[in-house]
């Protein structure tokens, strides 16, 4: 393989290692603000949630940050009982997020979702009159939540318009009713698309001020499920926060204090046993060498701790 010249060969390590080095950032489910003049078909959750997978694919593809998957937040919301609670403030944001292992929370609201129709001949939901203008309206907001402090880092806001004609693609999250829903679908989804791709600019412009920012470590403990050596693999990977470089504290459990009236665990008290530093990290396991203590064993707790 012909060796790249030294000014390229810099820009690939630097690029590997910033990609390396990528924040994890999680987008939560947008609520719904609107102060339109939104037509009732289309269903408040089903757009929030359609400007939220549209956002993520945007980010993505951005490639500034690492994005959770959504399916991964779900699953997260569901466990903390939060799946139908509506709109999160940013202290819960932040709490969801350590919990994912993200450096950042986005949260968003769709202020406005509108299809507007001007012009002569008369027309009600699309039906009757020419010369008529059908005009959709899409804005949004969002915040960048810090999990580690729960402070909002950046706020941004995006808007998009489209009138009848302009065509496009329609995007599966909007519904279709009537004679002219695939042209309302194309219309909005335009718009949609218009305001989420401002809002990804200025979310991913931020990333300087969130990387001036400690990393969050993970506030799940992880498990040993395999010690070879000096080496320790743990049964939690990227989609709980583990990264490499990160330093673990392997902990022996010694006893569970339960609760004498309900039998719940209050309290698992451990004893240090070593550390260990991660090497390789995939999705659900983690590699590390060992670089403190010895006797590890196959059970004991891994606890992040910087």
């Known amino acids: 393989m012909p060796l790249l010249p030294p000014a390229v060969a810099q820009d690939v390590q630097l690029a590997q290692a910033q990609r390396q080095g990528r924040l994890r950032i999680a987008v939560l489910d947008f609520d719904y603000a609107s102060t339109g003049a939104d037509y009732w078909w289309y269903g408040n959750r089903d757009v929030a949630q359609g400007v939220s997978d549209l956002l993520t694919n945007k980010l993505?593809?951005?490639?500034?940050?690492?994005?959770?998957?959504?399916?991964?937040?779900?699953?997260?919301?569901?466990?903390?009982?939060?799946?139908?609670?509506?709109?999160?403030?940013?202290?819960?944001?932040?709490?969801?997020?350590?919990?994912?292992?993200?450096?950042?929370?986005?949260?968003?609201?769709?202020?406005?979702?509108?299809?507007?129709?001007?012009?002569?001949?008369?027309?009600?939901?699309?039906?009757?009159?020419?010369?008529?203008?059908?005009?959709?309206?899409?804005e949004l907001t969002a915040r960048i939540v810090?999990?580690?402090?729960?402070?909002?880092?950046?706020?941004?806001?995006?808007?998009?318009?489209?009138?009848?004609?302009?065509?496009?693609?329609?995007?599966?999250?909007?519904?279709?009713?009537?004679?002219?829903?695939?042209?309302?679908?194309?219309?909005?989804?335009?718009?949609?698309?218009?305001?989420?791709?401002?809002?990804?600019?200025?979310?991913?412009?931020?990333?300087?001020?969130?990387?001036?920012?400690?990393?969050?470590?993970?506030?799940?403990?992880?498990?040993v499920a395999d010690v070879s050596g000096n080496t320790v693999i743990i049964n939690r990977g990227s989609q709980d926060g583990f990264r490499t470089g990160m330093v673990l504290s392997i902990e022996r459990v010694e006893r569970e204090v339960t609760d004498p009236e309900t039998g719940e665990v209050l309290r698992t008290v451990t004893s240090p046993v070593g550390r260990i530093e991660l090497t390789e990290v995939d999705t659900r396991s983690g590699v590390g060498r060992i670089v403190s203590g010895s006797g590890f064993q196959v059970g004991d707790k891994a606890r992040a701790i910087e």
Do not use: K
Not at 118 to 129: A, E, I, V
């Open 60 to 138: 993505v593809q951005d490639g500034t940050y690492t994005l959770i998957e959504r399916s991964r937040i779900a699953e997260v919301l569901q466990e903390q009982n939060l799946a139908q609670a509506g709109r999160i403030d940013p202290s819960t944001a932040a709490q969801i997020g350590r919990i994912l292992g993200a450096d950042a929370v986005v949260l968003g609201s769709v202020t406005r979702f509108n299809l507007d129709e001007r012009g002569g001949g008369g027309s009600f939901f699309g039906f009757g009159g020419s010369g008529r203008t059908r005009t959709a309206e899409v």
């Open 146 to 223: 810090n999990t580690t402090t729960a402070e909002i880092i950046t706020a941004a806001q995006g808007s998009g318009t489209s009138e009848q004609g302009t065509g496009g693609v329609s995007i599966p999250f909007f519904g279709s009713v009537g004679t002219n829903a695939s042209n309302d679908d194309a219309l909005l989804s335009n718009a949609a698309d218009a305001a989420v791709t401002q809002l990804a600019q200025q979310l991913s412009a931020a990333a300087s001020r969130l990387a001036a920012l400690p990393q969050v470590v993970p506030v799940i403990d992880a498990t």
